[in-house]
Structure formats: C-alpha cells, structure tokens
C-alpha cells in the first residue's frame, strides 16, 4: 500500500467557506484527503457537499461519525452521496463514542459495544457494495438494498482505540481509524489484533490511517499547552487514558500539559520544525500506518486557522510533497 499524508479540518465551521482554504491546501498540493471530526454544531456531511459545489472537490474521510446518531442505511447514504458529488472517494470512519455519549443519545450504552460495532459495520458495507441484506441484530437491524447509482468507492472505517476493536476492524472494516496512539502502540498492539481478525474473517487486512496531534514549532507558542487545548478532553475520557496507559503514556487528568508532553516524547503527538516533523511522520509509517492524518485541532483552537495553514505549508514544502 501507498504511504500518505492527509489533513484533519483544524476548526468546527459554521460555514463551508470557513473549511474552504484547507480543502484547497489538500486540492494543491500531495496531501491524499481533507478530514473532518463529529461535531454538533455543524453537520460535517453537509460541509463536505457544500465545499465539492464550490467546487473544492477532494478526497474526504470522517474520523469519526458517533454511530448513536445515524442508522446504518443513513451511514451508507450519506458516504455514498458524498462520494458522488464531490466525484472522490471517501472514507467514511464510524465509531460508537463513549459510554456516556451512547447514553445520552440512546438511553443506556451498548452492553457490547464491539457487537454493535461489528452489526453496523457489516450492515453499511453490504449497502454500500449493493447487496440485497436481511439483518436481525442485536443493535442494528435491516432488511432492503440500496437502489444502485454510480460513485466512486467508499471505504467503511472503524475507530480503534484498544486491541478488541482492532480485531472488530479486521473482522469487517476496510480502514482501522486510530486516534493519539503512538507508533510503537500501533505496531506491537494494534496491528496484531488487526491481522487476527482479518485472518479469523479471511480477509484481507485493513489499512491503518493515524489521526495524529501535531503542533509545530513556531516562535512564542507552547507546543505542550497547544496540544493540551486540542485534546485534554479525550485525555479526561476513560477509553482514552486506557489506551495511553496500555501505550506506557501516564495520563494525570488535573494536568494535560504533562499528559501532552508525555504523549509527544514518545511520538504519539508531533512537534517541532518541518524535518522532526517528518521524521515523525515517517515513524507512524515505519510501525504500519498506510495514511498520517494530521491533526492541528489545539493550534486551530488557541491561533485560528491562518498558522496552522502557514505550518502545514512550510511541512509540506520543506519537504517537498
């Protein structure tokens, strides 16, 4: 498989003209796709269409759609639409959110969230490839197709946290979405899991594509406290701290900037100039990460969206993508 690079949306906008520089960023120069993150205060399929009629028509990749939100068949319709009219593919990343999410949005969690994970995953991607399904799950239940329309492919993707989701996203999903894992993580735990549950399926193994923090080095910024801003509530989440215990990163929920700067030294959030940022870079795809997706979320929040465009651009240039 091909190693790529590709750009998480650093802002949540309310307009689609707000994402429109980094869909150009992604449109000009070798990054492979623009993705956008679940929000509540803007719908990001919605977005994404707005942005292929202003004709910014890229690859795009949701990491992740909260599964609590959406039916499968709507899953299905929305990434298959967005395909068709921005004429690219896309990867359409689902994820069944934190326990108090699931309850918040269906009146209890999922007893077994790797079952519900499992039944919708195996639901979207029969629709998507025009099968005639009848499902009677325990969570997600369908009997129908979807009517056939040309488009290009969707790849259906799973959030992958700890190793039993990675053996879920072998069992079913084309791409296995991790988020603030380290490279050392990634290769010796959840790779493993994923090539089980693609064997135990006899499937193919997914690709891996790492949503990584990166906050480059710029004069007057704290790179600790950028990278606290854009994630000290998932250091806060249970699933979270798990995973980065699991990974050997200590999480001290009164103090996200040691989380942050543990996370960095050892490589599961990017800093520095544009060499150390591709040196880190590489390492995600030296431990088996087929896609990079670069995620400036703490710039984005604390400078706005100019800087993280500007330190994408120098990243890019010096190293000649």
Same mark, same amino acid.
């Given at each position: 498989?091909?190693? +790529?690079? +590709?750009?998480?949306?650093?802002?949540?906008?309310?307009?689609?003209?707000?994402?429109?520089?980094?869909?150009?960023?992604?449109?000009?120069?070798?990054?492979?796709?623009?993705?956008?993150?679940?929000?509540?205060?803007?719908?990001?399929?919605?977005?994404?269409?707005?942005?292929?009629?202003?004709?910014?028509?890229?690859?795009?990749?949701?990491?992740?759609?909260?599964?609590?939100?959406?039916?499968?068949?709507?899953?299905?319709?929305?990434?298959?639409?967005?395909?068709?009219?921005?004429?690219?593919?896309?990867?359409?990343?689902?994820?069944?959110?934190?326990?108090?999410?699931?309850?918040?949005?269906?009146?209890?969690?999922?007893? +077994?969230?790797?079952?519900?994970?499992?039944?919708?995953?195996?639901?979207?991607?029969?629709?998507?490839?025009?099968?005639?399904?009848?499902?009677?799950?325990?969570?997600? +239940?369908?009997?129908?197709?979807?009517?056939?329309?040309?488009?290009?492919?969707?790849?259906?993707?799973?959030?992958?946290?700890?190793?039993?989701?990675?053996?879920?996203?072998?069992?079913?999903?084309?791409?296995?979405?991790?988020?603030?894992?380290?490279?050392?993580?990634?290769?010796?735990?959840?790779?493993?899991?994923?090539?089980?549950?693609?064997?135990?399926?006899?499937?193919?193994?997914?690709?891996?594509?790492?949503?990584?923090?990166?906050?480059?080095?710029?004069?007057?910024?704290?790179?600790?406290?950028?990278?606290?801003?854009?994630?000290?509530?998932?250091?806060?989440?249970?699933?979270?701290?798990?995973?980065?215990?699991?990974?050997?990163?200590?999480?001290?929920?009164?103090?996200?900037?040691?989380?942050?700067?543990?996370?960095?030294?050892?490589?599961?959030?990017?800093?520095?100039?544009?060499?150390?940022?591709?040196?880190?870079?590489?390492?995600?795809?030296?431990?088996?990460?087929?896609?990079?997706?670069?995620?400036?979320?703490?710039?984005?929040?604390?400078?706005?969206?100019?800087?993280?465009?500007?330190?994408?651009?120098?990243?890019?240039?010096?190293?000649?993508?």
């Amino acid at each position: 498989m091909s190693r +790529s690079v +590709s750009v998480v949306l650093p802002i949540v906008p309310t307009r689609a003209e707000q994402a429109a520089p980094f869909a150009a960023f992604v449109q000009w120069r070798a990054a492979r796709a623009l993705w956008l993150g679940q929000v509540l205060l803007s719908e990001q399929h919605q977005i994404m269409a707005q942005l292929g009629g202003m004709g910014l028509r890229v690859p795009f990749g949701t990491g992740v759609s909260l599964m609590p939100l959406r039916h499968p068949v709507q899953a299905a319709l929305e990434a298959r639409t967005l395909a068709a009219v921005t004429g690219h593919p896309v990867t359409a990343g689902f994820g069944p959110g934190a326990p108090a999410f699931q309850r918040a949005a269906l009146g209890a969690p999922y007893a +077994s969230p790797l079952t519900a994970c499992r039944e919708y995953l195996h639901l979207v991607r029969r629709l998507l490839d025009g099968a005639e399904v009848d499902q009677r799950g325990r969570y997600f +239940s369908y009997t129908g197709s979807l009517p056939p329309t040309p488009a290009p492919p969707v790849e259906v993707g799973l959030g992958v946290l700890r190793p039993g989701m990675a053996r879920v996203a072998g069992e079913a999903a084309d791409v296995a979405v991790t988020w603030l894992a380290p490279p050392s993580y990634l290769r010796d735990v959840i790779l493993p899991a994923l090539r089980a549950g693609a064997e135990a399926a006899g499937r193919p193994v997914p690709r891996v594509a790492a949503i990584v923090p990166m906050a480059a080095a710029a004069d007057g910024r704290d790179v600790r406290a950028a990278l606290a801003a854009g994630h000290a509530g998932h250091f806060a989440g249970p699933h979270y701290a798990d995973m980065l215990a699991r990974a050997g990163i200590g999480v001290d929920p009164d103090d996200p900037l040691a989380t942050a700067g543990r996370l960095a030294a050892a490589g599961g959030a990017l800093t520095g100039g544009p060499d150390e940022l591709a040196a880190g870079i590489a390492a995600y795809h030296e431990a088996g990460a087929d896609e990079v997706v670069l995620n400036n979320a703490g710039v984005g929040m604390l400078e706005g969206p100019r800087p993280v465009l500007r330190d994408l651009e120098a990243l890019f240039t010096g190293n000649g993508w």
